[in-house]
Each structure stands twice: as structure tokens, then as C-alpha cells.
């Protein structure tokens, strides 16, 4: 008998994860084995696991029994032959953006636009999917994974595997401000800056040149937070107080932002997201990374007239994750702002039905396998 590893695996839709032994997997030729040393997850993901099916049909899981755990981070265990640039020993962030490699899309560096696009250890976006979790079902929360070699992200020494399993929601940011050609000297809102997605573009703000981040959010004590993060280039509004255009506005000589990014969550009022949008300016952008769910009255004639464009952005690429080790590794994004709470792999159930005092964007939640 091979070499065994545990590994938190859901069984129903909904049910607790149980702890299984299981071989560790061999990497097929392109591939290579990660012991994962930390895996990021989303707070309260048992609530989005057990609802996924029904809120989001067109999503699907993986076949169950599965193991999921979307933002890995580890040491290259084993590389298969056909692998030339990874070597064992190596720390990576392993990017869970899976997709076929063959189709158009994917030749041109665009895996996400592939229809086989699939979260590994989380969900799909089609009914393709399957085929991809056949080849790949192994998500972080256990002890070795199989990846393909193009989803390998180098992690400078300077990166803690903390750090990097919030590579995924970091790199939704960031994947987000490149779609906007993000630049020194630039203005931008954040809707929900205090959140997990919010406060990375904060960051890459931040890191990026950017002279004015203007934020809102609901919580003062964490605007407070992001504000003491640069005084002179953050300003924050809390949400409810008067309206975010008008006082962006006032913030950019009555011109409004470059570009605008709605990080608000799924339950947050479409009207807040058409408050926002107005306060992009002539010429700019709007991108959305959050998952405001309601229906948006957009003012089609108000985008004409203004040229403004509204964009969705979901997820990066592994060389976008690069981007971001490599500011990492020059000091010009600072990770140190994350508080990291850890959890064994065996109070994997513990973690993942909800947690108490949430510093918003600050609290960084991994399992350590
Ligand atoms: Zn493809």
C-alpha cells in the first residue's frame, strides 16, 4: 500500500466534513504534488456549501464525496516528468483556476473566458465542470494536492503561506484593477473597502501608485482601519450617511474617480451600486468583483453619453498571482496588515460554520493541514 494522508471530505450536500484517510495521489506527467501547508477559505463557507445547489444551480460542486479548499499554499512534494520549471522543494501558491488548455481562449492566456473554467476545491461555472474535477479532485484542505504546473504561483521568502492562501481573493482585486489599466496618479472607489475584496484594492492601491482611494463601508471602527492604512491618500464614507457619489465628488474637483469597484456582497441593495457608479467620471470605469445579487437599473443613456464602461471581473491569472508575489517580494504591497486565524485540519467543521469577531478584510482565515 501506497502513502496515506487525511483529508476533510463532504459527503452530502450540506452535511459536516469528515476526516478520511485516503493515498496520497501520484501527479500525472504535466503535473505536480503540493503538501499543502496553508489553505485559505471564505468565512461561513458550511452556509454557502449547503446552499450553493439551490442559490446557484448553474454552478455545480464537484461529485461528492469531495475535497474542497480553494486558496492553497505549500511545498512542491514531487514533479512529474513533463514539468520543467517547478522544482521539489519550491514554495507556491497553487491558483485554483482550472480550464482546458486547448480552446482559444485559453492559448491566448484567458483561462477564465474557457468553458471548462472550474474553481478547484469549490465549484464550476458550467456543466463541463465535472470533467475537470475527474482529472483535479483534490482541493486544499488535506494534506497533498495535484496541480498542473501552469497554476503555480513561486512565493518569494518574504510571503508566509498565510499570506499567500489570500492570493485568491487578493488576486480578484487586482485581476480587476487590470481590467481598468489601474496607474500612478489615478483616483478609484471602493465599495465595501473594509471587506475581504475591498481591502486588497485598497492594498494594490496602494502599492500601485495611486493617490486617491476613496472607500465606503458600513462599519466606522474598520474604516477607521483602512483610513490609518495611508491618511493622506485613503478617505472613507460610511454607507447610509448621504450619498457616495456627491461626496466623491467633492473629493475630485466635482470630476469623479477614474474607475469605481464594487466589492459589496451578495446582500448589499442594487441601489447603493447605482449610487456609486455615478461617481465615475467622464471617460472611466466600473468593475465588479463583489456579487451584488439585485437586478440594476442602469442609465444606458448616462454610460452613452459618458463613455463610461461597466465590466465584470471575476477571479486572475496565475501570472496576474505572480505580479502580486513579485510586489510582495519588493515590499511594495504590504501583506503584513492580516491577522491570521489558523485552524487544524480536524476543526475543519469548527471553521467553516461561521465565525465570531470578523475584523472584516483584516481577518484572514486558514486551515493548516
Ligand atoms: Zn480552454
Redesign the pocket.
Given at each position: 500500500m501506497g502513502k496515506m494522508m487525511r483529508a476533510a471530505r463532504m459527503h452530502e450536500v450540506g452535511g459536516p466534513m469528515s476526516i478520511d484517510t485516503i493515498p496520497v495521489p501520484t501527479p500525472s506527467a504535466a503535473d505536480v504534488l503540493v503538501e499543502v501547508k496553508a489553505c485559505g477559505m471564505v468565512p461561513n463557507l458550511g452556509n454557502v456549501l449547503a446552499n450553493w445547489t439551490k442559490w446557484f444551480p448553474h454552478l455545480p460542486l464537484p461529485k461528492l464525496p469531495a475535497i474542497f479548499g480553494l486558496d492553497p499554499a505549500g511545498v512542491v512534494a514531487e514533479v512529474g516528468v513533463h514539468v520543467l520549471d517547478v522544482m521539489v522543494g519550491d514554495r507556491v501558491y497553487v491558483n485554483p483556476l482550472r480550464?482546458?488548455?486547448?480552446?482559444q481562449?485559453?492559448r491566448a492566456g484567458e483561462?477564465s473566458r474557457?468553458?471548462?473554467f472550474t474553481f478547484n476545491g469549490y465549484f464550476g461555472f458550467g456543466p463541463d465542470s465535472q470533467k475537470i474535477y475527474d482529472i483535479y479532485p483534490y482541493g486544499g484542505f488535506c494534506e497533498f494536492m495535484t496541480a498542473p504546473q501552469y497554476a503555480l504561483v513561486t512565493l518569494p521568502d518574504n510571503v508566509t503561506f498565510e499570506q499567500a492562501a489570500r492570493f485568491g481573493y487578493l488576486g480578484t482585486s487586482y485581476g480587476a484593477m487590470k481590467k481598468v489599466n489601474a496607474m500612478p496618479g489615478q483616483s478609484m472607489l471602493v465599495d465595501g473597502i473594509s471587506g475581504t475584496l475591498g481591502l486588497g484594492a485598497c492594498l494594490f492601491g496602494l502599492a500601485m501608485g495611486m493617490t486617491r482611494i476613496l472607500g465606503t463601508g458600513r462599519n466606522k471602527d474598520l474604516l477607521a482601519r483602512v483610513k490609518a492604512l495611508a491618511p493622506s491618500r485613503v478617505e472613507v464614507h460610511a454607507l447610509g450617511e448621504g450619498s457616495t457619489h456627491e461626496w466623491a465628488k467633492a473629493l475630485t474637483d466635482g470630476e469623479g474617480v477614474d474607475f469605481m469597484i464594487s466589492a459589496l456582497g451578495p446582500g448589499s441593495p442594487a441601489s447603493t451600486m447605482v449610487d456609486s457608479l455615478q461617481a465615475v467620471r467622464r471617460g472611466g470605469k466600473a468593475v465588479n468583483v463583489g456579487a451584488v445579487a439585485e437586478m440594476l437599473p442602469l442609465d444606458i443613456h448616462w454610460l452613452m453619453d459618458e463613455q463610461i464602461q461597466v465590466i465584470g471581473s471575476n477571479w486572475s491569472t496565475s501570472a496576474q498571482c505572480q505580479d502580486m508575489a513579485e510586489m510582495a517580494r519588493a515590499g511594495t504591497l504590504d501583506l503584513s496588515v492580516f491577522e491570521h486565524q489558523r485552524f487544524p485540519l480536524a476543526d475543519i467543521n469548527n471553521a467553516i460554520s461561521g465565525l465570531a469577531d470578523r475584523n472584516g478584510g483584516f481577518s484572514n482565515y486558514v486551515i493548516v493541514p
Open positions: 480550464s482546458c488548455g486547448g480552446c481562449m485559453c483561462r474557457c468553458r471548462y
